[in-house]
């Protein structure tokens, strides 16, 4: 059913979700609620058209048909729109746009993302509208996020603060997924956090406890792999000296290693996938693997492939280094090497100028009558697009709303909670864009 069969329910959320109006909020402000409001049935149209538009990170057309939806949102309130095509990195593109304000204020960055992770070839496909809930591939990650960014931005220029505003946005068409090499696909959102004095990432607001919390840091990403080969022959002799302990044994003394060695504050390390055998070997794309033995037969080869999370490049190298120490030790009769993948996503760490990002917001807060919004953990959030510009530029992560069962079928957005972000987010860039550079 589609939201237009919801005439007097939208009046209600139009009731329930209008913050009050404190003395605090300046009579633009007090304007861009209203407009945020006004237009709740126009802004959930438009984010039930861009989730029935499939846009896997692989179907290069869907991504591209998002990013003119997007486009057609954002020239009418002045940006100048730019596709940035990336198909020789091996994905579609990203979108750019720019708003020239008065040059003044703080030059802000919007980061979000056009694809999502669910391909052509998923059951998942389309919008449902239930209630408060909207359920669609993305309707939180991250086109409910873009939603409520349009919406703020709408207000804004309904409440005359958009035009001093100085904006970039970065939409990126392969976050889900990124193409190879990463210095190439995110070069453009790199480029835009050279030029900014702010950076908000309009990806889920995070919750903890009922809260809405603040995320001013996020942990990198980086995939390793450790290949074992060690000497075959009859399984009666495994741990004798001629015969040594085999590469099964190995990889479990690696991998019960980290488990033990590693630990620290704020770090991961989890093991995805493990093969090992008379032989053993991963595809291509390193997300399948195969194997071959008997019980009698020691195992010549063993491969394991993990991810590594971590809080700051200080604590990455660290563990970096604790792993090759650990996969040296090799047992008898067995040679072992990690290698760590290309690329990944850097860390954000959870500096001063990010609190005071989020001090600014929680201003913001008290004065639309909401609670404060206190630090989240960076544990209970994964990696993303900010991260590469969090070395040149304060930031905020989850300016989008809010959403459960993202990255699986029955990803659901709450829709109330995308009014309640666009009126802060509209709130909080006006009063950054009077904010002297």
């Not at 329910?9 to 979700?17: E, T």
Request: proline content about 5%; glycine content about 12%; overall charge neutral.
């Amino acid at each position: 059913m589609t939201i237009r069969s919801f005439p007097a329910m939208f009046a209600a959320f139009a009731f329930l979700s209008a913050a009050p109006a404190p003395a605090q909020l300046s009579t633009p402000e007090q304007r861009m609620v209203q407009t945020v409001d006004a237009e709740q049935q126009r802004t959930v149209a438009m984010l039930e058209r861009w989730v029935n538009q499939n846009s896997g990170s692989l179907n290069f057309p869907g991504v591209e048909a998002v990013g003119r939806m997007v486009r057609s949102e954002l020239e009418p309130l002045g940006f100048a729109v730019q596709w940035v095509d990336m198909k020789a990195a091996g994905r579609s593109g990203h979108l750019v746009a720019r708003h020239k304000g008065n040059g003044r204020g703080k030059r802000m960055l919007l980061i979000g993302h056009l694809d999502t992770v669910f391909e052509t070839d998923s059951p998942f496909q389309r919008w449902e509208r239930r209630g408060n809930d909207g359920v669609g591939p993305g309707a939180g990650d991250d086109k409910g996020g873009m939603a409520v960014m349009v919406a703020a931005l709408r207000s804004m220029q309904q409440a005359g603060t958009l035009k001093n505003a100085d904006i970039t946005i970065v939409l990126t068409g392969d976050e889900e997924d990124a193409g190879d090499p990463i210095e190439v696909t995110r070069g453009p959102l790199i480029q835009a956090g050279k030029w900014a004095d702010v950076a908000l990432d309009y990806e889920g607001l995070a919750q903890d406890g009922g809260k809405d919390m603040g995320s001013i840091a996020r942990r990198s990403s980086d995939s390793w792999t450790v290949t074992v080969t060690a000497r075959s022959g009859h399984s009666s002799g495994i741990f004798t000296p001629g015969a040594g302990y085999g590469a099964v044994y190995e990889l479990a003394r690696i991998i019960d290693a980290f488990r033990r060695e590693l630990p620290e504050d704020k770090l991961t390390y989890n093991v995805g996938l493990v093969s090992g055998g008379a032989t053993a070997e991963a595809d291509a794309g390193k997300i399948r693997m195969s194997a071959t033995g008997k019980t009698n037969i020691i195992a010549a080869t063993a491969i394991a492939r993990g991810d590594l999370r971590a809080i700051s490049p200080d604590q990455i190298e660290r563990t970096k280094q604790k792993m090759q120490a650990i996969v040296a030790r090799s047992l008898r009769g067995t040679k072992a090497i990690i290698s760590f993948d290309p690329g990944g996503y850097p860390p954000m760490a959870p500096t001063e100028g990010n609190r005071a990002l989020l001090a600014r917001l929680n201003r913001v807060n008290a004065d639309m009558g909401l609670e404060p919004m206190a630090e989240l953990d960076p544990v209970k959030r994964g990696a993303g697009d900010i991260s590469f510009v969090a070395a040149d530029v304060d930031g905020l992560v989850g300016m989008g709303p809010t959403s459960r069962g993202d990255h699986a079928p029955g990803e659901t957005v709450d829709i109330p909670s995308i009014f309640k972000q666009a009126k802060r987010a509209a709130i909080l860039m006006s009063r950054l864009a009077k904010e002297r550079r």
